[in-house]
């Protein structure tokens, strides 16, 4: 697995380990935070090899396909 990868993983169960109360919403929890950060890291990438123009219209077709 890609480092950044595991990276974004642990950095989602602290999330986990640090907000959900009840031990059944943990994995549903998990799988939230972790695809919102790789799209967060996603877009984060995309704004440093883009201009800010274009770094909009991929944030507006990201948004717009994950809600």
């Given amino acids: 697995m890609n480092e950044r990868i595991k990276q ?3 950095q989602a169960w602290d999330y986990v ?3 959900c109360p ?3 919403e943990e994995q549903e929890m ?3 935070k972790f695809a919102e950060l790789i ?3 996603t877009l984060k990438v995309a704004t ?3 201009g800010y123009t274009e ?3 991929v944030k507006a077709l990201v ?3 994950f809600g």
């Fill in 8 to 10: 974004l993983a642990e």
């Fill in 55 to 57: 770094h909009q219209h």
């Fill in 30 to 32: 998990f799988q939230q």
């Fill in 48 to 50: 440093l090899n883009m």
């Fill in 22 to 24: 009840y031990a059944s």
């Fill in 17 to 19: 380990d640090n907000h």
């Fill in 39 to 41: 799209i967060a890291d």
């Fill in 63 to 65: 948004s717009g396909h």
